[in-house]
């Protein structure tokens, strides 16, 4: 079984900055793809950014391109977010999400992971 636990989110005024991490209780972190996701009220959850298990292979979601960061510690356990020059339309509960795959490469489908974080709260005020 894997435990994701994301952490980081809050309140933050818009241009401003917030890192988001995903803390897994999982043996062998390293065979597993991990994405970040979220979801505003009234919408559906939306791919945000991934990363392959070596942490080589990265993929973003076009509207975060070029102002957020995926990153991964595999002796740590961990895979974090950097989010940089916020808006209001960041504001959305962000989940951590992982999947086990040995080829080294990323997923930007949630129906494509299996495990899920309980999600933590980003709002951006304009």
């Known amino acids: 079984q894997v435990q994701l636990v994301e952490s980081g989110g809050g309140l933050v005024q818009a241009g401003g900055s917030l890192r988001l991490s995903c803390a897994a209780s999982v043996r062998s972190f390293s065979t597993y793809a991990m994405g970040w996701f979220r979801q505003a009220p009234g919408k559906e959850r939306e791919f945000v950014a991934a990363?392959?298990?070596?942490?080589?292979?990265?993929g973003y979601s076009d509207s975060v391109k070029g102002r957020f960061t995926i990153s991964r510690d595999n002796a740590k356990n961990t895979v974090d977010l950097e989010m940089n020059s916020l808006s209001p339309e960041d504001t959305a509960v962000y989940y951590c999400a992982a999947v086990k795959n040995s080829l080294d490469y990323y997923y930007f489908r949630p129906r494509e992971y299996d495990y899920w974080g309980q999600g933590t709260q980003v709002t951006v005020s304009s």
């Open positions: 990363i392959s298990w070596s942490g080589l292979s990265t």
